[in-house]
Structure formats: C-alpha cells, structure tokens
C-alpha cells in the first residue's frame, strides 16, 4: 500500500534560498525522496540567512532553513570539480526529477544543461527555475526576491489602494514571491511527472519566477493592455466615479480588520452587526449598485463605527451574521490561532540541533495520504554516507579521498 | 503536440475566483474541465467585481473570463433534485471534482465527497474554504482580501510606520495555485495506486505556508515580526528608487562584491567611499542617506538606464513593473507572456498566457471562458448521450437552466 502521495519519486535538488528549496519541499512532505545538494562547508545560503535561534548564527539552526528543507536527505558535491560533475550525472541517473535554479549559462558551462542531461537519463523531468526564465534578453540578470516581486506587478496594483501612495511601492512580506515560484514550479513538475506516468516521456520545464508573478495578478495587470476594450473602460470609468468595494482595510480599537461584503445578504449582516444606524436606511444603502456607487462615503461611515470595536469581537459577531472579515492577524495571532490549532497547522520536529521547534504544515488535508513529517531538515552532508555509498556504491575509504579531494 | 493532463476531466462546481482559477490552471495543463453553474444561482464574477461595479451581462466580465479561460460551460439548476442526478453523471465521467462552496452546501445538496465517491469510487474531491471543512471557524466566510488578512500576508505588508497595506485579489489565486497542486499530487497517487481521496483546502492556510520566516521567528524566538516597505534586515542598499522618468527601480546588493561593481557601475562618485559604508553593516545601519544618495543618481537616469547598467555590471536592478510595463516589456514580449484571446461577445481580449514553459507538452489557452450554458449540448448529448426530447424537457422545465 502506497501511503504518501509521491511516494518512490525521486528528486534531486540543486537549488538555494527560497524558490527551489520549498518547492521541493512540497514535494518531499508529500512522501517523494528528494536528495538536496549542497555546496561543501558552505551550504545553501539561507543557512546563512535568519531568522536563527536565539538569533544567535549557526548554520543548522536558521528558522528559514529548517522550514523549507523538511523531509530531505542532504549531501554536498562541488561541481566545479571533474569529479563532482561525474558523481552528479550519477546521480541524475537513477532520478524521476531534477528541480535547479542556477542560471542557463551556468548549467550550460558545467554541461549540466537539458540536452546534457537527457542522454543520461530519457525519462528525466528537469524543471528550472529562475528569475526571467530560460530564455529572452534578461535571462541571465540577477534578481533577489526584492526584485522578482516587484517585476510582477503586484506592488503596482496596490499602490492604487494605498495608505501610502506617494511612496514607493512595497514588496509585501519578503519572500512571499520567492514561495510563490515554488509552487509554481511544483505544480508545473508534477504535470510533467503525471504525463511521463502516462507515457514514459521526459521532459524540461522552464519556470520564470517573474511570470509566475504575473499571473497571480493576471486580471489587474492586463488592464493596460485592454485599456481600449469596452469592459475595461467601464470598469476604469465606474472606479473613476468613486465605484468600490465596501470594505477594506478598517481601524479597530486594538488593530486592523479587514471586510468586504459585497452581497445584499452580507450587507444585512453587516447593518445589523452595526445595530441598524439610521444612516443605512438612506438611499445610497438600497441596492449592491448604490451602494457601490456611494462606497466611500459608506465606507467612512462604517469605518467611524469600526473603530470603537475590538477586532476579535467584531470578527466573530461579524462571522456569526455572514459578513466576510478578518482580523489582520500577526505571525503572533497565527501560531496562537485557535482554528490552526484545531486543524493541527503547527506540528513539532524534533532536530538534533535545533531541538523541538513547532512548523507550519500544509494547507491541504488529504484524507488518504496524510502530509508527514519523516525527518526534519538535514545537517550539512548528513547523508554523504547513505547516498554515496548505499546508494552510488562507493566504498568508505573513495568517500575520505572525495571528502580529502574537496568533492564532497 | 500532446498535453500534460490531456483524458482528465474535471467537474467544476466551483465559483468566485479561488475555486476557478484552480481548474483553469488544470485546463491550462490539458484537462477538460467542465464548468457547472446555473442561471439560478450565477457565479458572482460574471455579476461583479470588487471595486468596479457591476458588468452589464453574465457573457460581459473581463475577470470572468480570465479565470475561466479554456473551459466548458453547463448550466444545472442543483436546488432540483434532478439537477444533482445530472450532475452527479457528469461527476461518473470526471477524474477530479473541484469546489468551494461553504462546508457543508455540498453534502446538503448530495453532491459531498461521501456521495460522490459511491458514483465514482476513484474521484478526487477537493474542497477548497475559507478556512478549512474542520476547526471552530470552518463555517467563516470571506474573498481574498478576508483571508489575506486571516492568513497573515496583510499585517506583514506595508510600511512600518504606516498601516498594513491590502492585498487583493492575488491571494485568492495564491489559494488557487496550491489546490492545483494538491490536485496534481492526488492525481499523480491515483495513477500509481487506482484510488482516490478528499482533499480539505484552507485558503487562510495557504497564505500563512507563504510568510513563514516570519512564523519561525516568532515560534523560536518570540519576536513578531513586522512591515519593513522594501528593507531588508541585512542588505543595503535594498530598496526601490525613484528615477528620471518617474518610474521606480528595485535595486539589492547582498555582497561586498556586489557593493564594488555597484560603485563602479555608477562611477564612484565620492560618497561611496565614505566610512558610513565601507562595510555591509555600516551600509545597513545608515541606509537611510545611502538610500538617499542612491535615489539622487536613479534620478539621474530612466528605470530602464538604470537596470541595464547595473545588470551589465552583475547588480540586480529591476523596474517595480505596472500594466503598461509588463505589456511594453521587451524580455516578456519575446517570451510570448502574453496573448490575444476571441470572445464571442467581449472581442479580441489580451490574456497572461501560461505561465510555464514545457519543452513536450506546452500548456496553451485554446478557448475564452464558457458563455452561460454554451456547452450544454456536447454535454448532455454527447458525454451522458441524452436524446434531444429529453434534453428539451428538462429545460423547459427549468432543470437545465
């Protein structure tokens, strides 16, 4: 009986940071065998990168690592070596997936390309992700997750609702993006696995972190380019005329909330949640249209009840009489939350040195093939014996020479 | 050329945009998916869209369109019982079903995971909410701005000496994003092992798996983490400057490295030798006159000068891109990011085309989003083979509908 989801797929990663690492992590907590390749003494940086353990710097104990690298196996190879190289297309041998983030030129340089790649292993999946993708002119530019994020339009979009609008726009949480090409990436790969299931065929995926971006934000980022049509002027000329949401971001006595209710059910959730103001009986208040069309005004008048409300009484009540709001809740709020807790959202991994520590699990609850933590993240070349020696057959004494030899 | 999940099909109950966007991602992989809704109760993103007002027809919305790209379209009244029969023989035909209906209007109407299961054992049923189907607040209501709050991206976006800033509706398609790959993953088990499974979906958790650096600082050291605008905690310069065309660039330095060709790059002006950053944690500790002095030479040049300099000189420098430059943009213009797509009553519609590049099996947009109904025929004649009589008699008597 296959209990985990992937189950006897086999991953090698040779990624760093945030993008490639959770995507395979995704994968990895859903049962695939993914060998992560790390650079000798060094690490992937985000070893380097905190938040840390009592902040206190040490490379088995970045919060960040810890997360992302979940249920890996860990070895290092030096690929500017000959010797890493050819240990690497072993490695590619026996492997359904290679999930890289290096630039194209890089891979190309270390002949370690697609086209390399494949006569070693036909059935390979190899899925790239990069900032620009494989091609076009900014394929090899740099970018940090700063970077990316802005280059998808996002903190454009939001500039339109902005306490701050003459400033610059904002990244948001800082690697929000960079996990939003993971998944992209993620899906993508099992695609691919799902169609070699099917017939056998290998194949290369090229995953742009930009244009994953992009499309998180398709419909606001494709305004401009449809600026002319007939459905877009109107929606241009209704917001122009003040049309809008009623909701949005709202002061509470202790924090923010944030509402949209859109219906007319919600609506009358809403005016009762506020005990029926005379102001609600006004005409501006008769239908979803009006009250669209008034959204500012109506907006003011619910935000200068709002801010005489505690924000976890007004959530709740509000809830119970189906108006749509949240609290904005703080990292504080979520680890304390009593429905992630209820679903069993936080699970504690033991680590050999960063001792027990309560992780994020997934979003999804699968009835069958539950997410599960095996083994928390790898110490630096954990597992240089087991993968090199149990698994590519070289003996204890080669593994000192590669070790002496800086291969590994 | 052949698609990744081409002989997939998927039955759509879904609405809004967290549940449709999933089964376009699918469709953009090759799967048919069958869209289910009813003039009786009409998905709201043909009616609407937050903060724009109302569309003037169901087969008028933009974001309708644009989240419903290649699928079919039927229309089934499921306050009938006769409607659930139907779609319940839509569902025998299916691979996956996708919904996100309050928990528990499904089961209500007969259409939960336990009944669908008995019609096709193999189903792969995803349930996609607010907040999950268990738990106190399983039965919480919201849209994307609700659980971006709920799930923790709000309170960490935005300027620290501002309030957060709202994220719209990108969340929902992060929620999105993450159903299509639980999905795949219970399509990929299927095909090894015959069976199929229930998939509980929170979109307020979706979000929180996204900010967990900032979870883990709190759940090691207890810090609660905050807005930082676009600073970083270690690198400076880190920020996005405003240049000579008013438009703004993103530019990050992580090393020493980067910090020289930096320098150089912008000529070396004598400031960057200045002992206030001669080393990265004296550039981090005075990063607001490094800011200052970096945005004085952006000033002095479009985003785009900028950019290609910088880059040139192996510094990462990125235009903050809105509509007009993404669409203009050269790199994605030749990457194909975007494309013309055919409505038969809105016209010829830019859409973003899909978003990953697969050397075998490309994914491609082959259709606008369903009018109301328009596949009702090939559905119900064709894939169940009802005979026209029959047809006609339930839509005259509104089960069809």
């Known amino acids: ?52 353990l009592w902040d206190i710097p040490h ?18 190879l030096n690929l500017n070596k000959v010797t890493g190289k050819e240990v690497f297309r072993r490695l590619v041998r026996d492997v359904d997936i290679l999930l890289e983030d290096n630039s194209p030129r890089r891979m190309r340089e270390l002949g370690l390309d697609y086209d390399c790649l494949r006569e070693i292993n036909p059935h390979l999946i190899m899925t790239s992700i990069t900032p620009f993708g494989q091609t076009g ?61 099917v017939t056998g065929q290998g194949q290369h995926v090229d995953v742009s972190k930009q244009e994953s971006l992009i499309a998180l934000s398709r419909l606001e980022n494709m305004f401009y380019a449809n600026r002319e049509k007939e459905e877009t002027r109107e929606m241009a000329t209704a917001a122009a005329q003040g049309a809008g949401m009623i909701g949005g971001l709202m002061r509470c006595q202790d924090g923010y909330v944030v509402l949209a209710a859109m219906q007319d059910n919600q609506w009358q959730g809403l005016v009762e949640l506020m005990g029926h103001p005379t102001w609600t009986e006004d ?126 | 050329m052949s698609e990744s999940l081409k002989g997939i099909r998927v039955a759509d109950f879904s609405w809004a945009w967290a549940g ?34 109302l569309f003037r027809g169901a087969d008028r919305s933009p974001f309708f369109n644009d989240l419903n790209l290649n699928k079919l379209g039927i229309t089934l009244n499921l306050s009938q019982p006769e409607g659930v029969e139907l779609a319940k023989r839509v569902v025998a035909v299916s691979d996956v079903v996708v919904q996100n209906m309050r928990p528990g209007v499904m089961d209500r109407l007969g259409l939960g995971y336990k009944a669908l299961s008995k019609v096709k ?62 999905i795949l993953a219970g399509l990929c088990w299927r095909q090894r092992t015959g069976q199929g499974q229930h998939i509980d979906l929170s979109s307020q958790e979706t979000i929180t798996a996204l900010v967990q650096d900032a979870i883990m600082d709190y759940t090691m050291n207890k810090r609660i983490q905050t807005r930082r605008g676009n600073r970083d905690d270690i690198m400076a310069p880190h920020n996005c ?119 075998y099996t490309p994914a491609s947009i082959s259709r606008h989003a369903p009018l109301l109904g328009e596949h009702n025929e090939y559905v119900f004649s064709e894939l169940l083979g009802m005979s026209i009589e029959e047809i006609e008699d339930l839509v005259q008597r509104g089960v069809i509908y």
Not at chain 2, 297 to 313: G, N, R, S, Y
């Open chain 1, 1 to 52: 009986m296959v209990s985990k989801a992937l189950e006897g797929v086999k991953v090698l990663e040779l990624c760093q940071f945030v993008a490639g690492p959770y995507c395979t992590k995704l994968l990895a907590d859903l049962g695939a065998e993914v060998i992560k390749i790390e650079e000798p003494r060094l690490g992937d940086t985000t070893r380097r990168r905190g938040p840390f």
């Open chain 1, 59 to 76: 490379a088995e104990r970045s919060g960040l690592f810890l997360y992302l690298n979940t249920n890996k196996l860990g070895i290092t």
């Open chain 1, 137 to 197: 002119s900014y394929r090899e530019y740099k970018a940090y997750p700063l970077n990316t994020f802005h280059a998808g339009g996002e903190p454009h979009i939001q500039q339109f609702d902005s306490a701050t609008p003459d400033r610059a726009p904002v990244a948001g949480s800082i690697f929000m993006g960079e996990h939003d090409g993971g998944l992209s990436a993620a899906t993508a790969t099992l695609a691919a696995l799902f169609y070699r299931g």
């Open chain 1, 283 to 408: 005409e501006m208040c008769r239908s979803e249209g009006t009250r669209s069309m008034n959204a500012q005004k109506i907006v003011s008048l619910v935000q200068e009840w709002m801010i005489n409300q505690n924000r976890e009484e007004v959530f709740r009540s509000g809830q119970e009489k189906g108006v749509p709001i949240g609290v904005v809740n703080s990292p504080q709020d979520l680890v304390n939350s009593p429905q992630l807790r209820a679903r069993g959202f936080f699970v504690a991994i033991e680590h050999p040195e960063a001792g027990k520590i309560e992780y994020a699990a997934a979003a999804y609850r699968f009835s069958k093939t539950p997410w599960s933590v095996q083994r928390p993240a790898p110490l630096l070349g954990e597992h240089n014996e087991r993968i090199y020696c149990g698994l590519l057959g070289y003996s204890k004494q080669e593994l000192v020479r590669l070790r002496q030899a800086g291969v590994i």
């Open chain 2, 20 to 53: 449709p966007y999933a089964t376009m991602l699918l469709a953009l992989l090759g799967a048919e998916v069958i869209k289910i809704e009813s003039q009786a109760r009409l998905d709201h993103v043909r009616m609407r869209a937050l903060g724009f007002g």
């Open chain 2, 121 to 182: 054992p193999d189903i792969i049923y995803l349930s996609s909410s607010a907040c999950g189907t268990t738990g106190p607040e399983r039965g919480y209501v919201g849209y994307a701005p609700t659980f971006g709050a709920l799930g923790g991206a709000i309170y960490l976006n935005g300027y620290p000496d501002a309030p957060p800033q709202m994220t719209m509706g990108s969340i929902d398609l992060r929620s999105a994003a993450t159903a299509a790959f639980a």
């Open chain 2, 241 to 359: 400057y405003r240049c000579s065309d008013g438009k703004w660039i993103t530019i990050a330095v992580a090393t020493e490295e980067e910090w020289q060709a930096f320098c150089q790059a912008i000529g070396a002006p004598g400031w960057t030798g200045d002992e206030r950053f001669c080393d990265a944690y004296q550039r981090r500790k005075n990063q607001e006159e490094l800011d200052e002095r970096v945005q004085e030479w952006t000033m002095t040049h479009t985003a785009c000068e900028v950019m290609k300099l910088l880059q040139d000189a192996g510094v990462a420098a990125v235009p903050s891109l809105g509509g007009e430059g993404l669409y203009n943009d050269p790199h994605l213009r030749e990457r194909e990011c975007f494309q013309e797509v055919e409505h038969p009553v809105m016209g010829k519609r830019v859409v973003v085309a899909p978003h990953w590049k697969f050397s």
